[in-house]
C-alpha cells in the first residue's frame, strides 16, 4: 500500500514538474503567441487507460483543461454513462498543448515540437490502454494514415501500451450515426479491461 501511494507521489511530482516545461514552452511561435494558457493534461496519474485527443479548442485553452467544451462532454458521457468509470480515473491528454488558432489542424512540426511531451506523459503514467480520439491522434501517435474507421476494431502497440482508436467525440456530434460505432469500440475496450458494463446507460 505504502509503495503504491509511493509510486503515485512520484508520479504526481514528475508530472508536474513537466507541466511547467510545458507552460514555458515557446517551441511553435504562432501557438505560443496566440494560447491564452497551455493544456497540459488532466486525470489519474496512474490511469489504466488514457484517451488521447488532438488539440484544445477554445474552451480548453480558457480553462486550461483538455475535453471540457461540448464534445468534452460527450467524452465524460462515455467514460461515466458508458464505460461506468468516473472522469477523474482515467487520464485525458492532446497531441498539442495549445490551440491551433481557428482550430486548424495541427501542424507537423508543431506535432513534432511536442511529441517529446506526450511521450514523457506516457512513460510517467504507463498505461495498459490507449484510446485514440479521431484520426488526427491515431495517425500522429502512431504514424500512419489509415482512415480512421478502418482502424477501429483493431489493437495496436505503442510503446507497449495496447492503443485502439475510435471516433473524435467532435465528429460524433456532427454525425449521431456514428455513435453505435464508437459504443463497440468502447465495449471492446471494456472487455480487453475486464470492466463490467455498467447496468444502465
Ligand atoms: N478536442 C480535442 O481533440 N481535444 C480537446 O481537448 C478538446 C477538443
Ligand atoms: N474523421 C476524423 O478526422 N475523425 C473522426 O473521428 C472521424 C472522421
Redesign the pocket.
Given at each position: 500500500m505504502a509503495g503504491k501511494a509511493a509510486a503515485r507521489t512520484e508520479t504526481l511530482v514528475t508530472l508536474d514538474a513537466m507541466r511547467q516545461e510545458v507552460a514555458a514552452c515557446t517551441l511553435c511561435h504562432e501557438l505560443a503567441t496566440t494560447r491564452t494558457q497551455t493544456?497540459f493534461g488532466v486525470g489519474n496519474p496512474q490511469a489504466r487507460l488514457c484517451f488521447l485527443?488532438?488539440?484544445?479548442?477554445a474552451?480548453?485553452d480558457r480553462q486550461g483543461?483538455?475535453?471540457?467544451?461540448r464534445?468534452?462532454k460527450l467524452?465524460t458521457d462515455i467514460i461515466q454513462k458508458g464505460m461506468g468509470l468516473d472522469r477523474s480515473d482515467v487520464y485525458?491528454l492532446?497531441?498539442l498543448k495549445c490551440r491551433p488558432p481557428g482550430n486548424r489542424n495541427p501542424a507537423p512540426e508543431e506535432a513534432a515540437n511536442c511529441r517529446g511531451f506526450l511521450d514523457r506523459q506516457l512513460a510517467a503514467i504507463a498505461p495498459e490502454f490507449l484510446c485514440c480520439?479521431?484520426a488526427?491522434?491515431a495517425h500522429n501517435l502512431l504514424e500512419v494514415n489509415t482512415p480512421i474507421g478502418r482502424m477501429r476494431g483493431d489493437w495496436f502497440d505503442y510503446q507497449g501500451i495496447r492503443v485502439m482508436c475510435t471516433y473524435?467525440?467532435?465528429y460524433l456530434l456532427r454525425n449521431p450515426a456514428a455513435k453505435e460505432d464508437t459504443w463497440e469500440d468502447i465495449q471492446m475496450l471494456m472487455g480487453e479491461m475486464g470492466l463490467e458494463k455498467p447496468a444502465r446507460r
Open positions: 493544456v485527443g488532438e488539440a484544445p479548442g474552451d480548453e483543461e483538455p475535453f471540457v467544451g464534445a468534452g467524452l485525458i492532446n497531441i480520439l479521431g488526427v491522434a473524435h467525440p467532435a
